[in-house]
Nanobody
C-alpha cells in the first residue's frame, strides 16, 4: 500500500491550491483520510479529515478557507485551499487508515508535499 500525494507548489498569497491524495495497492477498504501540515521545528497538526461516510473535520484556524472531499471508488481525497496566506507555508502530508486485502488496517502516510505561499 502506498499513499501518493500531488498538488503542492508555490502560490501567491490569496491564491488557491488543490492537493490530492490517493491510496494505491492491494486494498480492501479505506476509512478516514486526513491532511496534516508541519511547520519547521513544530509538531504535525491536523488540517482536515473525512470519514468513509463523508463526515468532515476542520482545524478551527482554517475553517472557511479549506474543503476536504473524497471519491471513495478511487480511494482518493482532495484538499482545496483558498485565500492562502504566507503562514500556510508548510509541508502537507496525507494520512489514510487503510485495510489491505488479507491484513489488518493501519494508518499509512504519504511522503509529504511542500506548499509555499509568497507575499
Amino acid at each position: 500500500v502506498q499513499i501518493v500525494e500531488s498538488g503542492g507548489g508555490l502560490v501567491q498569497a490569496g491564491g488557491s491550491l488543490r492537493l490530492s491524495c490517493a491510496a494505491v495497492g492491494m486494498i480492501s477498504r479505506v476509512d478516514t483520510m486526513s491532511w496534516y501540515r508541519q511547520f519547521p521545528g513544530k509538531e504535525r497538526e491536523l488540517v482536515a479529515s473525512i470519514t468513509s461516510g463523508g463526515r468532515t473535520t476542520y482545524a478551527d484556524s482554517l475553517k472557511g478557507r479549506i474543503t476536504i472531499s473524497r471519491i471513495s471508488a478511487s480511494n482518493t481525497a482532495y484538499l482545496q485551499m483558498d485565500s492562502l496566506k504566507t503562514e500556510d507555508t508548510a509541508i502537507y502530508s496525507c494520512q489514510a487508515f487503510v485495510v489491505p486485502i488479507g491484513d489488518f488496517g493501519i494508518n499509512y502516510w504519504g511522503q509529504g508535499t511542500q506548499v509555499t505561499v509568497s507575499s
